[in-house]
């Protein structure tokens, strides 16, 4: 096995940047670039303890003084012996120590080659090495909270209760084929239907947890639509927190959708900002009312505005007649605060709020985290469409055994899906992962993680 090297912080100038080791050869490869002020080599210290001294390149030249500490093969984060230098963050002085380290020896790692060997070595599973990339990207706190509880094992261990179900199924079967002259009692097509019902109600429910992970994750894509000037770009830079998006009094301005994401009610939306809906003769506009109707039929929340001062009620017509959450959102509360609330005939909430003074986006605040509530608990949620196809797929079999022995079907045409269905609830975690499903999974994480 080599011994690997990469930077682990951003290449941009900060207080401090780490350079991680991982490998048989990190200890000999530390002891040539580093030199603690004790005049020991770093290979006597003690594991886990931060040693202070300095760092050269391999002419002997002093690159920094920095901090260094090591970590014992199975106590480390990769399981093999692993080291971390803590330099100041010039990023030139990280590329400098990172190519002493190259000339003693250790290769540049690979994205996600440290987890990867973690994985392999059996102190992360596929979770909870997901997680740490989930982690990384979070965007919300509740996505940094479930990403959080999964690196700490909360998926993988609802995961292998169900796998270790249907173990029992399966090693009961066999145990009963296999030594006829033990007298095992083999189980009754009703404890194996209860057993399988269990499981079941356990893939479903992990299963249904998908729609709200991929929202943690990815957040809503939110379409913006109404009349022209009825205040969009208005809301989506007041959202934003920035001029994101052109406003005039012209009617028509945007001709385009404009995309930024913002934290709403402590829900990531993808906000889509959409040119003006109504009939026009310009035929570039034209095509941006078309891209404004083809946002909101793909978008999985509407926020359908009205000008409070001229009401328009062509998007609230849209919005209703979409089938997707949407906000009734009545702008321009700072001109219409005088007058008589406008009563609306629908089922969705109504907001009214102000671009200009900011009034009423608590208001708004609240109808989206009403829409999309925080679940009960967090680091149990599915989010990325390979952990749902596993559990998907295991579900099915799942599924297929129990009609198969509520049918009267032979034993081993029920052991064949419950098998099935133990093998896809392993890709989930690794237990039965394939080698190219692994490599790509750990070929998303950056360098050094």
Known sequence: MDTIAAIATPLARSAFGIIRLSGPETLQIMDQLFAPVNGKPLSAARPRSMVYGSVCDAEGRVIDHPLAVWFAPGKSYTGDCDAEIHCHGSPVVLNEVLSAAFAAGARQALPGEFAKRAFLNGKLDLTEAEAIVDLVDAETAEAARNAASQVDGALRRVAESAYDALLDVTSRFY?????????????????????????????????????????????????????????????????????????????????????????????????????????????????????????????????????????????????????????????????????????????????????????GFDELEAAVAGLFPAPPQSGTLLTNARQADAVTRALEAVRSALRALRGGMTPDVVLTEVEAAANALGELTGRTAREDMVARIFERFCVGK
Do not use: F, H, M
């Open 175 to 359: 145990a009963v084929v296999d030594y006829p002259d033990e007298d095992i009692a083999d189980a009754s097509p009703a404890e194996t239907d209860a057993a399988l019902s269990g499981i079941e109600r356990s893939l479903s429910e992990l299963l249904a947890t998908y729609s709200r992970g991929r929202i943690v994750k990815s957040g809503v894509a939110t379409a913006i639509i109404g009349a022209p000037n009825a205040g969009k770009s208005s809301l989506l830079n007041r959202l934003v927190g920035y001029e994101r998006a052109i406003v005039t009094d012209i009617a028509g301005t945007t001709r385009d959708t404009v995309e930024e994401k913002a934290i709403v009610g402590g829900v990531l939306l993808r906000l889509i900002d959409t040119a003006g809906l109504r009939e026009t003769d310009d035929t570039v506009e034209r095509l941006g009312v078309e891209r404004s109707r083809a946002a909101a039929g793909q978008a999985e929340l509407i926020l359908a505005l009205t000008d409070g001062t001229a009401p328009d009620d062509e998007a609230v017509r849209l919005a209703e007649q979409s089938g997707k959450p949407w906000i009734c959102v009545e702008t321009k509360l700072d001109l219409t605060k005088s007058g008589g609330k406008r009563e609306y005939a629908v089922k969705a909430p109504v907001v009214r709020l102000s671009n200009v003074t900011a009034e």
